[in-house]
């Protein structure tokens, strides 16, 4: 198994939800966050002045998939979250080696 | 009544003040500027009883008071005629509004120093502010024998500051400033010409709408300072005035600063729509509303030029209280001199004294420079003065060790180190 | 002075409509609505100074003022008599009361139009509404001239709105209407039949505490509109009945939404409230308690169908703009002609004109269908007029490309967008 | 129309509650908390519409009224005189004031009861509270025949309750008290002898702007209670004195708490002001200045003793309203005993009437016992009795199973499972 | 070395807290996420009109263990966190290379 | 590749960003954490009473780095991040699989 993460941008998360949902996933984890990279922050004005906030809000998606499915999820992300703009995030794909469903007990590929 | 009614209004500035200063506050020093809001009311209610009233408002000589003019003291409120002076108003009534003003004063300079000043600090210069400064240097123009109190001193036109662009505004913005150069910025405040700019505020919902409480309060400010809801009429321009200045003052600041960054710019219009209040403050009896709209729409702009100079003087001012109150202060007692119609003279208790010697003209009504003069030496006695001792006062506070806290504590931030609390301690993943 | 109170008083309400609007708002346009707050204020009062007043409250014809009787014009208030018509106050005075009216009315609109007008646009339909709409469909009613003023056109009742109802509530209502749907919905609003709901609000500390504020100045609204303070049994009547439809309004609104979710919608209950007292601003000088009472809980079930209705025709207002103001106010209108107990009759500066034929009488206490025909043709008359011009404004601002935002600003916000930052700016991640 | 302005003032401390109460509520329950002051506000308007007012200000026996001394009855405000007794009051504005109070008074309790009680809970004792409670236990002080009513039943003085420390204040503490012993506290409380304290509060910014709203209203409260504007410097008087109190009240928490921790306690400065204001609700008529600094400064002392003591008890009142209506309130009835001048007598409508048997003098100004034993036995009858009936009230609702919500719904919070919503539903990650 | 993550409701930290605690466990880093899974999210009401919330509001739990108490640290989590209703939340086991105390520069096991 | 966390002071996240950028690092991710560990929490004081606040306000880094650089990215952030204090944090080191830029769809250490 493994765990996907996912920094989109914000306002894409309605929509990569919905693809993933249409792809099968069902499940996922999310978090604000704030990103800093190439995507440069922006400009805000204050009572006339100038100031730089630099860093960009982003959303994290945590995603526990079956090995199989890897390939498929990256690429339903990717799709839905493109704007060919810089910031567009990243994708982290992480060794999973274990998961467990609190509710009930079950291990595996099965607690996904 | 009409006095009462005025000063609730002019008390509720406070709670205008709290959401202004703290919303344009970092989250780290809300506790701390809220709590200093109300202590400083606290302090002003207490000291105003005790001396500040009989020093500002009694007989005395022109730069102190003391009580009536028989040489009583008023001291403690004691001795107290029913009414003062030649006003008509209960003089516990006049007492409320005064505490008031004066109230108003020593929260402006807070607006300046916040995010660094220590609390212990902060009840020394508040001490010194509403217990020394503000009712000695309140008495040279409001205090019956004060020196600048409708003396002819230039030629024939005396200094007039009606509601106290000089007295209130230009004495709390110029001690503001004393306090904000001899602290020196916040922790990591870079300035414009070091490729930086202000820091954030943590709530424009509240210093907005706290600028609309002010606004509302204002109308207790110079309406109430007519003293008597007789002078209908007076009342009435008082007002108009008012509004229209504040309008004028918000627009400018707005449509002036569009061009920079094309943003239109809610901190810079709520600074303008209160320094086009402050600006009115002192004129707005004897203007017309022509006039009140040009010079409220001037003060929008001054706001942001201000601003600017403080930040290229690397001056650290959070909420703008020099630009807003000083720099308008000063530009509003001097407007008077330029727009007074020359129609109206001194308030009375039922109207304007409009007797030929009264009457009240400006330069561009025809009225020469006598009374832009007369402001001129008025204004500048009073805020250069008041400066000098306030630098005098911040350095005094400062040898004590209590003006600004240590840098952990600046950078953690004042509430949790002060008040032991932040404001807003209940998030989501600490109790659920 | 009593004008002035309550002219500071309904001014106040700037305050409540802020919060209203900013806590009904999502967070990414607080600042836009808190700025479109202040700026219609602005702009308000210098074009009701330059022409709005005149227009309005000037004499002239049928449609619209200009001056006085003689013929002068009030054009940037000049020529004004000392006190305005027959009614002993001010003329400034009542210039600033009915600047805090008009005022009222345009922030009105910007409750519906929220979330993805530009400010361009608002600034165009700003001055559409307060230069242009409000002050031209108010002389109709108010105006010294207006041809529904006081002429018994329809058998011998004459078209009554104390403190508006129909001028302020329902021509702000109305235009709010033609806003909506001209701006179209916010992206992502789905309505009920297509699966979907209201968007969320950002804080609902501030919209309740907002409707409080509202109510508050609302005690300056229905019992300034006396004008005078010697009719004190009307002053006095006008102020508890505006209490008890605000109250049975917000019971109402609550309890006729609790068996839909079987939750306690507080949400409801603010609309509720200020429905009841847009209901009772027409009537409020002519109806007993009981009649406060029932008409205002009337209205509290009123706005909630009316919410529906929109939610059914697919038109999205944000704040509840229409349902509260323009259907409540014409139910308001109309209930006049419904629960006048036929006790009162037209205000005069000292208390009600009694006189046979003045007092006014509604359906339910005997006085026939008259006082409810003319109720609705004034209703009807100004309500259809202003919609139709409304309509025509909105489109024309959207002709100009300014109305509605591209689709990226609307998504990430306005306010970063046209404002340059955002209402919090200050989270701890980003600056500790 | 001074009690009406005065009214107006009183009602928005409405706006201050919501603030201060929901500031110090958790961020879970700050909905519910908002519309009870919303729900509370509404019912209290229509239960004192159908009798609540009756029964206070009726004439009928010394335990309860019902209408004019004729024997008609004033239930749903009918058969009402143009003036109320001889106030020279409209009786409906009378009616606004003293539903203003009565609103207070119901809001108080919820303050203590927040976090864990049922909104049918809430609706019912709120029922009991505006309906039964404080309509027959005001009469008793302030009923036209009200057997505490300037009786002098001990010796030759009369009970004397101002403005309501006792009516209003003890009243709603005592009722705060029985409901937060009969619901216990909130789920995961600790208290300081088991190791833990006080849970955490969401907004301090709102609840200290709240206390200085209600401070504003306090204005009204006080200086508006002498019922007319005549009373000149009567009105001063108790406005002064209103505002002293609240600056010794605020400052003598700050100081008495600051030992303990080394912190300047904000929280303990709000209750500290809003403690000096109720004490000086009783006694402002009569105290000079220095009277009511001191008895404010001992107020702001005893709420954080009273704190304790309820700490100590495991009493779970969220936002004090004990400590500060119930606990102060007493202090400040019993203060009259002690600091009363001897100088003033009854307000009348002109002015105190200071004739020999009339004045109100204090034990420290040589009046001996009797009038503090006067003040003892009147706040003791009106305290005890409506603590114990407001404990039988809180058990019939727990008997209903309404008064408190199950574990579930108070851990996850009231908002969601009664309202439907939270408070601030706009997160960034929800809806970008 | 592991780090495990455990996805769990609220108003269960604190139970969760003080029982790993118990079990030797001191330090963990809490985050506040959304979820989306089976436990459909919740319906709110606004005027009248009802929409649909379709997150739900959890708790992220990041703790660092020694390879030898994971089994004991799962099992904790799942007794106190369970209350046997759908979205009790999961627990994801990842390896972990490398841990380092800032303060004093340990390394391994030895820094948790 | 690894993803390094960090778990540090907040108010040490603008130096620890500005030395991680002169080292070449130019992405990353923050969350704002609340951390449980041997630094205990603090007392708050709240009407003259106090009450014990457990947790810590951290912020947490996620940086996604080439195996060369770990060990170098690693001592910039302690070297930033201390203060000799309890409570500088922890630096967690987990593999990382794969990284994927979601813009132009680049996969492992070029998308970093
Ligand atoms: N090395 C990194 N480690 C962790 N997160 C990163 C890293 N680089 C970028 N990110 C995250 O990805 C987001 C997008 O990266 P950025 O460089 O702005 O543009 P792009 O996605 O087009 O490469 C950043 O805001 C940040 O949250
Ligand atoms: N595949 C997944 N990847 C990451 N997180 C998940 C995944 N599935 C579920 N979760 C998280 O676990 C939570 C609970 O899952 P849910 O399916 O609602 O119920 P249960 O825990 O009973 O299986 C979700 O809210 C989400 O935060
Ligand atoms: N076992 C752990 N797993 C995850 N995070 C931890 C762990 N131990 C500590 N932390 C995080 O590191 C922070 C600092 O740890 P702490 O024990 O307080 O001091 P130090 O960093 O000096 O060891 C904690 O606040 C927590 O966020």
Known sequence: MKLIIAIIKPFKLDEVKAALSTSGVDGMTVTEVNGFGRQKGHTEVYRGSEYTV????????EIAVPDAVVAKVVDVIIKAAKTDKIGDGKIFVLPLEEVIRIRTGETGESAI | MWVLVTAFLVFFMQAGFMFL?????????????LLEGIVDTCLCGILFYAWGFAWMFGHGNGLIGWGDAAGHSWYCLQNLPDTYESTGVATLAFFLFQF???????????????GRTGFWGDLWYSIGVSGFLYPIFGHWAWGPDGWLNSIPFWKAAPFHDFAGSTVVHTIGGMIALAGAIVLGPRLGRKFKRDGGGPMPYHNMTIASVGAVILWFGWYGFNPGSTLSAMDIAGVARVAANTTLAACAGGLGALIFVYPRSKKWDCGATVNGLLAGLVAITCPCYWVSPLGAIILGAVAGVIVILATDLLEYLRIDDPCGAWPVHGACGIWGTLSLGLFATGQFGAPTPTGADNSAGAVVKGLFYGGGTDQLVAQFIGNAAIGIGVFAVAMVLMYAVKATGTLRVAKEIEIEGLDLHEHGGTAYPDTRSSTH
Chains 1, 5, 6 share one sequence.
């Open chain 2, 100 to 114: 008031a003003f004066a109230d108003t004063c020593s929260t402006i300079t807070s607006g300046a120093m916040l």
């Open chain 2, 21 to 33: 200063e703290a919303g344009f506050a970092r989250e780290r020093e809300t506790v701390n500027v």
């Open chain 1, 54 to 61: 630099d860093f960009v809000p982003k959303a994290k998606l």
